[in-house]
């Protein structure tokens, strides 16, 4: 028999920013809800709206005045890489996070509507778990998330022998670590990283502004040598008993000190204090270095299902930097003073999504 709630039909509202009272509904539900993630929250309407200026369709369902479903939408519509709804813009985690699966179906043909009363060539739902096996699927990208064990020397055991090494190759180098109350040291060393490998950065403006959304949950590490030197630094979200490494950046000096592992040593270690209970290292693409990063930390790898509805176009779009068409733009992105880069940068990341 279906409960009551499964049994009504829900109806399907769009949430405003500047109604607070459902704002705190919206995360009240998120809070609560299994499927739900941090990226979920409310909180990123602000993120894309007023930092990327893209408009965004964030959905709920519900039933008797209880909210029983959300889906947070971006639409970026981009002369280089597409116009396109997606679930969720500038997120790894996405879709619909739902208590019933009339809720659930119901937000989905919600966004389907739009999606094609905006005419955009796709919509993208980023979901873990696989809802329709019927659509195209982005298969390049796996997360990779573990327990956190209840003490520190369980938690190094835990670590593979070679790996465990490297982390103690930091500690005896006397690395510290700190958390910074500004972007400032963070942003310099995420800027400098990305360069090098021929990406875009955001906008420092984008990273202050996580810090204002969402206060204690977005929190920066930095490692530095034991006089000061900044080595490697990681933007942190904290989402029920989970901590979620997301953004990082190291110097080149890092790798020879053993400061990266140091720092995720160091974050998981202070996660461990808090009495959290899992460590999400976040998504990789297959074949990459990050991925084996994560491998040899004792992490295993769990697909995501990027899910395509395709309206305009005969195959999902492969916008990363995978694709060897974008090769001589990653070449060119290297050889650019960093200056430049910085200026440039949120000008083509605005469009990645």
């Known amino acids: 028999m279906p409960t009551q709630l499964e049994a009504v039909l829900p109806t399907i509202h769009r949430l405003q920013t500047v109604d607070t009272a459902n ?7 998120v809070m609560a809800c299994p499927d739900a993630t941090f990226f979920h929250r409310a909180g990123w309407q602000n993120i894309i709206a007023n930092v990327f200026r893209h408009d965004t369709y964030f959905l709920y369902a519900e039933v008797d005045g209880a909210i029983v ?7 970026v519509n981009s002369w280089l890489f597409g116009n396109a709804l997606t679930g969720l813009p500038f997120a790894v985690y996405g879709g619909v996070a739902a208590s019933t699966q009339h809720a659930a179906d119901a937000l989905e043909r919600e966004a ?25 699927m982005q298969d390049i990208y796996v997360t990779f998330r573990k327990e956190i064990l209840p003490t520190d020397e369980a938690n190094m055991q835990a670590i ?37 490998h021929g990406t875009p950065a955001m906008p420092k403006k984008y990273f202050q502004a996580l810090q204002k959304e969402f206060g204690q949950d977005c929190e920066i590490l930095t490692v530095t040598t034991h006089d000061g030197k900044p080595l490697s630094s990681v933007l942190s979200f904290y989402f029920r008993d989970e901590v979620l490494p997301y953004y990082a950046g190291d110097d080149e000096a890092a790798r020879d000190l053993a400061a990266n592992d140091f720092k ?16 999400d290292y976040g998504r990789s693409k297959l074949g990459t270095g990050p991925y084996a990063f994560k491998k040899n930390w004792g992490f295993e790898p769990k697909p995501l299902h990027y899910e395509f509805c395709l309206y305009k176009r005969d195959s999902i779009p492969q916008n990363n930097p995978n694709n060897a068409k974008y090769k001589l733009m990653i070449n060119i992105w290297r050889r650019m003073p960093l200056t430049l880069a910085n200026w440039l940068g949120p000008f083509v990341v605005r469009n990645l999504g």
């Open 264 to 279: 995720y040593w160091e974050l998981m270690r202070r996660a461990c204090s808090r009495g959290l209970k899992v460590f």
């Open 23 to 29: 704002v705190a509904r919206w995360d009240a539900f």
């Open 160 to 196: 593979p022998r070679k790996q465990r090494a490297m982390v103690r190759k930091g500690i005896k180098n006397a690395l510290v670590s700190q958390i910074d109350p500004t972007v400032d040291r963070f942003f310099a060393l995420f800027a400098d990283n990305v360069h090098r």
């Open 112 to 136: 389907q509507r739009i999606a094609r009363e905006l005419g955009v060539a796709h919509l993208e739902l980023r979901n873990i778990e696989a809802r329709h096996t019927e659509w195209p």
């Open 69 to 75: 479903g959300v889906l947070p939408l971006g639409h």
